[in-house]
């Protein structure tokens, strides 16, 4: 009998969980280990911030489904990696601490023949003091962050109401942050929200984002077909904002917040302040602080993880020029190049370079997004990594039959731009691959026929259907596997 | 009433494009948002495939 442990139980921990045991079956044991006891639908999170969902709409315990497939679940968060063993135990194995109300503290070791990180990103709030949900801005990474940041609204629009005018600042609290499209995404929620109570006037939206361009999202921007004509996703994030009455400031790295105020230094190297009454601003993000040791004890962090604290897989991480780039650079199959049996899927893999070109101020700060690693090759790593490990414990293979690289899969992203079932729009932004491959599309980098830019009610009727459906998929109700990731 | 940004015309800064009434109004037309619906999950399907191998 195999075991494989799976740490994490996000969108691509839990994808690759629930397809391990499908393929695995009865004979094979598959262990999970996850802190959050809940499993969430994270692009949602954005209309928990806006009053629009509950917590509960957008989450469901795991263990009910877990039992249902007979997955073990251990309520625990995952500290150190023993890849070799140690002196006592000749199997790889991994420490946990377990953090539910009847084990809290308890420590122990979980061995395993194949090991799954999935553990997303770590949100570091602490590289930019004063930022975050314990200090003066507010967060929706995580559901408790956007329920909170919603308590925070309301406050605002209440201000608001009684004539008080607010100013409201969205984007990056970091000068290497990703997730540019949920703060977007939160922008324009909120400003469909302030019209629907009739409060825009009494709001100033400020969009702040680390992007030398609006609209590079971390990919270094795209090009769309629109309207007869193909035009960047700058023009198109510009359109969009000036429709709402939205400012912006770009190429600003957040480098401390205040009460009510915002650091910022520009690309040009001025130092600039933004007031403000709310603000949601996000982090940047970096790995889970895993600590790796060998068989004698030699801290070996390095080699399994990058200074980043993401875990090293396949990709050419050899630094090159930010024209040398190229998508080969990218990870296919996950695997460690130092241990075979350990793989990392969505955002916990480290990758090789950005995706945007690097700028950095006169002062020597770095002021770029770093890539972003949405949901749908969060789901599809967390998947390929499933199939070719069931496919070496049946078969007794080491040839990884299934590969994905982001230099070859393409993207979905749903931006909601307001929540109604008549009145609600969405922007659908599709591209293909998610990073730009000049070889092969010289003109634009991507498939111009596969990007879509489009702002309408059908988006929000796609964000909307999406999120049922990967409830659906996520809870094992009939069918689940054949849905898409 | 809504504040919104003054546009004019020649004068030396740059302007994104901002929809039309017309735009606006097909872009929450049920019937026209329908027929987008499913042809926005084609083109995301065919994505979706092509991602996998
Ligand atoms: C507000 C918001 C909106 C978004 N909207 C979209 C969207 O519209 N479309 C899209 O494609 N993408 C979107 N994304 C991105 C998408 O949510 C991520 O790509 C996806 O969640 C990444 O999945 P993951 O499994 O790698 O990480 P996560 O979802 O972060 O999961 C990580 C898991 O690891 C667990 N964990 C953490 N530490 C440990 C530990 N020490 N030991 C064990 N387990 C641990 C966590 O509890 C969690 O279960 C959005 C992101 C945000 C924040």
Same mark, same amino acid.
């Given at each position: 009998?195999?075991?494989?442990?799976?740490?994490?139980?996000?969108?691509?921990?839990?994808?690759?969980?629930?397809?391990?045991?499908?393929?695995?079956?009865?004979?094979?044991?598959?262990? #999970?280990?996850?802190?959050?006891?809940?499993?969430?639908? #994270?692009?949602s999170n954005i209309w928990v911030g806006v009053g629009r969902m509950t917590v509960d709409q957008v989450r469901f315990p795991l263990d009910k489904v877990y039992k249902k497939w007979g997955i073990v679940y251990k309520q625990a968060k995952a500290l150190e990696f023993f890849p070799e063993g140690d002196s006592e135990n000749q199997f790889p194995y991994v420490t946990i601490e377990h953090v539910s109300a009847e084990q809290k503290g308890e420590r122990e070791k979980v061995s395993y023949d194949?090991?799954?990180?999935?553990?997303?990103? !770590?949100?570091?709030?602490?590289? @930019?003091?004063?930022?975050?949900? /314990? !200090?003066?801005?507010?967060?929706?990474?995580?559901?408790?962050?956007?329920?909170?940041?919603?308590?925070? *609204?309301?406050? /605002?629009?209440?201000?608001?109401?009684?004539?008080?005018?607010?100013?409201?600042l969205i984007g990056t609290g970091h000068p290497g942050a990703t997730c540019q499209g949920a703060a977007f995404e939160y922008t324009l929620n909120i400003a469909f929200e302030l019209k629907r109570k009739k409060l825009s006037h009494m709001a100033e939206i400020t969009w702040i984002t680390n992007e030398y361009e609006l609209g590079d999202f971390g990919m270094g921007g795209a090009f769309v077909k629109r309207g007869g004509y193909?035009?960047?996703?700058?023009?198109?994030?510009?359109?969009?904002?000036?429709?709402?009455?939205?400012?912006?400031? +770009?190429?600003?790295?957040?480098? !401390? *917040?205040?009460?009510?105020?915002?650091?910022?230094?520009?690309?040009?190297?001025?130092?600039k302040t933004q007031k403000f009454d709310f603000a949601m601003l996000i982090p940047a993000f970096k790995g889970?602080?895993? +600590?790796?040791?060998?068989?004698? $004890?030699?801290?070996?962090?390095?080699?399994?993880?990058?200074?980043?604290?993401?875990?090293?897989?396949?990709?050419?991480? @050899?630094?090159?020029?930010?024209?040398?780039?190229?998508?080969?650079?990218?990870?296919?199959?996950?695997?460690?190049?130092?241990?075979?049996?350990?793989?990392? @899927?969505?955002?916990?893999?480290?990758?090789? =370079?950005?995706?945007? +070109?690097?700028?950095?101020?006169?002062?020597?700060?770095?002021?770029?997004?770093?890539?972003?690693?949405?949901?749908?090759?969060?789901?599809?790593?967390?998947?390929? #990594?499933?199939?070719?490990?069931?496919?070496?414990?049946?078969? $007794?293979?080491?040839? =990884?039959? =299934?590969?994905?690289?982001?230099?070859?899969?393409?993207?979905?992203?749903?931006?909601?731009? $307001?929540?109604?079932? @008549?009145?609600?729009?969405?922007?659908?932004?599709?591209?293909?691959?998610?990073?730009?491959?000049?070889?092969?599309?010289?003109?634009?980098?991507?498939?111009?026929?596969?990007? #879509?830019?489009e702002v309408g009610l059908a988006g929000h009727w796609i964000k909307l259907f999406l999120h049922y459906m990967f409830i659906h998929k996520a809870k094992g109700y009939p069918f689940w596997w054949l849905l898409p990731e | 009433m809504e504040k919104k940004t003054e546009i004019r015309a020649y004068k030396d800064e740059f302007y994104p494009p901002v929809p039309t009434k017309a735009t606006k109004f097909w872009r929450t037309n049920i019937l026209y948002q329908f027929y987008k619906f499913w042809r926005l999950n084609f083109k995301i399907m065919r994505i979706v495939v092509k991602g996998h191998s």
């Open positions: 009998m195999a075991k494989v442990v799976v740490l994490g139980a996000g969108i691509s921990g839990h994808t690759a969980a629930s397809f391990l045991k499908k393929m695995l079956g009865k004979k094979h044991e598959v262990v #999970v280990i996850s802190p959050n006891r809940y499993y969430q639908w #994270v692009p194949y090991l799954v990180n999935a553990t997303g990103p !770590k949100l570091n709030f602490e590289a @930019t003091p004063g930022l975050g949900p /314990a !200090k003066f801005s507010y967060s929706v990474c995580a559901y408790d962050h956007a329920a909170h940041a919603w308590e925070g *609204l309301q406050k /605002a629009i209440e201000a608001m109401k009684n004539g008080q005018k607010q100013r409201l193909i035009t960047s996703t700058k023009v198109f994030t510009e359109s969009v904002l000036t429709e709402n009455n939205i400012k912006w400031i +770009k190429r600003a790295g957040v480098t !401390k *917040l205040e009460e009510g105020v915002a650091h910022y230094q520009t690309l040009a190297g001025e130092e889970q602080d895993f +600590k790796a040791y060998s068989k004698t $004890g030699e801290d070996i962090t390095a080699k399994v993880f990058a200074p980043n604290g993401f875990m090293r897989v396949d990709a050419d991480y @050899t630094p090159k020029d930010y024209e040398d780039w190229t998508i080969a650079d990218w990870p296919q199959t996950y695997q460690s190049p130092a241990y075979p049996n350990i793989y990392a @899927t969505g955002i916990a893999f480290a990758p090789p =370079h950005g995706i945007s +070109k690097p700028m950095k101020s006169p002062t020597g700060l770095s002021i770029t997004p770093a890539p972003p690693r949405t949901g749908m090759p969060s789901g599809v790593t967390g998947k390929i #990594v499933a199939q070719n490990i069931s496919h070496f414990i049946k078969h $007794g293979d080491s040839e =990884h039959k =299934h590969k994905a690289s982001m230099g070859r899969m393409g993207a979905a992203c749903i931006v909601s731009a $307001g929540y109604s079932m @008549t009145k609600g729009l969405g922007a659908t932004m599709t591209v293909s691959p998610i990073v730009p491959d000049w070889q092969r599309y010289p003109e634009w980098g991507r498939d111009i026929k596969a990007t #879509v830019g | -």
